[in-house]
């Protein structure tokens, strides 16, 4: 999108990648909220037979930014009035209506995907993977690389769930988004699921009295986290991820294998990480074709920069990162998609 667009153009390009990721045919709904702003709903349907087998995801658009919200127990998208608003109870099946929703860093009536600019063009990616085609992640990015949205998904309709799921009880929350991230000496990559409700399986009897948006809609849980272990000599606490101190992060370690504190591996063994748990409602594992990456002997990786296991046979692509301040003994974090 060339800079001057508007937040149709947004809607869609956006509709165009959601189509060929194969998560719909059309918007379920599309209408104006007011001046610049409009809204869109992607419908997916997990189990039509069950209570709270669908999920709605309405997306506000206007032409500073882009947000997503959550809603269950149907959408009413004909007259009479109410209008293109979700049906069932505030805070049970919805949290805001689209009319509500703010866009901004604050997250407390929806979920902000990007936040951009006008002024110069915007890039949507879509990376679908060529193993399992029911998984796709997506990134805004504007001034080339420099500003980026975290890599974000959604749950397939035909994605298999898990069986102590269970549907007519209550629904899933199927925006997923991916941070990269470093702590100390260690670096991150985490799956977050946003998006709640108190029909929320799991995660929904935490907002029992709540009436917080950021409850609803910032509070980001990590459903799966892996790290690579720094490895500085001045104690292991460093090279370990934490919230200060000694307070562990619950995360999976990645197999990195480093000369320097086992000279067994002859030179250092940092592989890509992919066939990993990564989402709380399937047992599906991440496409073959996405992996997880620590690098250690470089901290000035950028969007879109390619890591060649073997060229013009196996090389991958960043979609996200998080450069460690520290080169050598820190690791710097990556999620990337294979390419060839």
């Given at each position: 999108?060339?800079?001057?667009?508007?937040?149709?153009?947004?809607?869609?390009?956006?509709?165009?990648?959601?189509?060929?990721?194969?998560?719909?045919?059309?918007?379920?709904?599309?209408?104006?909220?007011?001046?610049?702003?409009?809204?869109?709903?992607?419908?997916?349907?997990?189990?039509?037979?069950?209570?709270?087998?669908?999920?709605?995801?309405?997306?506000?658009?206007?032409?500073?930014?882009?947000?997503?919200?959550?809603?269950?127990?149907?959408?009413?998208?004909?007259?009479?009035?109410?209008?293109?608003?979700?049906?069932?109870?505030?805070?049970?099946?919805?949290?805001?209506?689209?009319?509500?929703?703010?866009?901004?860093?604050?997250?407390?009536?929806?979920?902000?995907?990007?936040?951009?600019?006008?002024?110069?063009?915007?890039?949507?990616?879509?990376?679908?993977?060529?193993?399992?085609?029911?998984?796709?992640?997506?990134?805004?990015?504007?001034?080339?690389?420099?500003?980026?949205?975290?890599?974000?998904?959604?749950?397939?309709?035909?994605?298999?769930?898990?069986?102590?799921?269970?549907?007519?009880?209550?629904?899933?929350?199927?925006?997923?988004?991916?941070?990269?991230?470093?702590?100390?000496?260690?670096?991150?990559?985490?799956?977050?699921?946003?998006?709640?409700?108190?029909?929320?399986?799991?995660?929904?009897?935490?907002?029992?009295?709540?009436?917080?948006?950021?409850?609803?809609?910032?509070?980001?849980?990590?459903?799966?986290?892996?790290?690579?272990?720094?490895?500085?000599?001045?104690?292991?606490?460093?090279?370990?991820?934490?919230?200060?101190?000694?307070?562990?992060?619950?995360?999976?370690?990645?197999?990195?294998?480093?000369?320097?504190?086992?000279?067994a591996y002859t030179s250092d063994y940092v592989p890509v990480c992919s066939n990993i748990p990564w989402n709380l409602w399937t047992?599906?594992?991440?496409?073959?074709?996405?992996?997880?990456?620590?690098?250690?002997?470089?901290?000035?990786?950028?969007?879109?920069?390619?890591?060649?296991?073997?060229?013009?046979?196996?090389?991958?692509?960043?979609?996200?990162?998080?450069?460690?301040?520290?080169?050598?003994?820190?690791?710097?974090?990556?999620?990337?998609a294979r390419i060839i």
């Amino acid at each position: 999108m060339t800079a001057g667009f508007t937040s149709a153009s947004v809607a869609n390009a956006l509709r165009s990648a959601l189509i060929d990721a194969g998560l719909m045919a059309e918007w379920f709904d599309s209408f104006a909220i007011s001046g610049d702003r409009i809204c869109r709903v992607l419908q997916i349907v997990h189990d039509p037979t069950k209570t709270y087998g669908t999920c709605f995801y309405y997306f506000i658009v206007e032409n500073g930014g882009i947000a997503v919200a959550l809603a269950t127990n149907g959408w009413d998208a004909t007259a009479p009035a109410p209008i293109n608003v979700p049906t069932g109870t505030q805070y049970l099946d919805w949290h805001t209506l689209p009319a509500s929703c703010s866009i901004g860093p604050s997250q407390l009536s929806c979920t902000t995907l990007f936040n951009y600019s006008t002024t110069s063009n915007l890039v949507l990616d879509r990376f679908t993977s060529g193993s399992d085609t029911k998984q796709s992640w997506f990134v805004f990015r504007q001034t080339s690389t420099v500003t980026r949205s975290r890599p974000f998904t959604f749950l397939h309709k035909d994605m298999a769930l898990h069986s102590w799921i269970d549907l007519s009880k209550g629904c899933i929350s199927g925006l997923t988004r991916l941070t990269a991230a470093t702590s100390d000496r260690a670096g991150l990559v985490n799956f977050q699921i946003d998006e709640n409700l108190r029909r929320c399986l799991s995660v929904g009897p935490a907002l029992q009295g709540s009436t917080s948006g950021s409850n609803y809609h910032a509070q980001q849980y990590n459903a799966y986290s892996y790290f690579g272990a720094g490895s500085s000599a001045s104690g292991a606490n460093v090279n370990f991820p934490n919230w200060g101190g000694s307070n562990k992060i619950a995360a999976t370690p990645l197999p990195v294998g480093r000369n320097a504190a086992n000279p067994a591996y002859t030179s250092d063994y940092v592989p890509v990480c992919s066939n990993i748990p990564w989402n709380l409602w399937t047992p599906t594992r991440l496409a073959d074709d996405f992996g997880v990456y620590m690098r250690y002997d470089s901290n000035d990786i950028a969007l879109g920069d390619r890591f060649v296991v073997q060229a013009a046979t196996n090389e991958w692509q960043v979609l996200d990162f998080a450069n460690n301040a520290v080169l050598n003994d820190g690791a710097s974090a990556s999620f990337l998609a294979r390419i060839i």
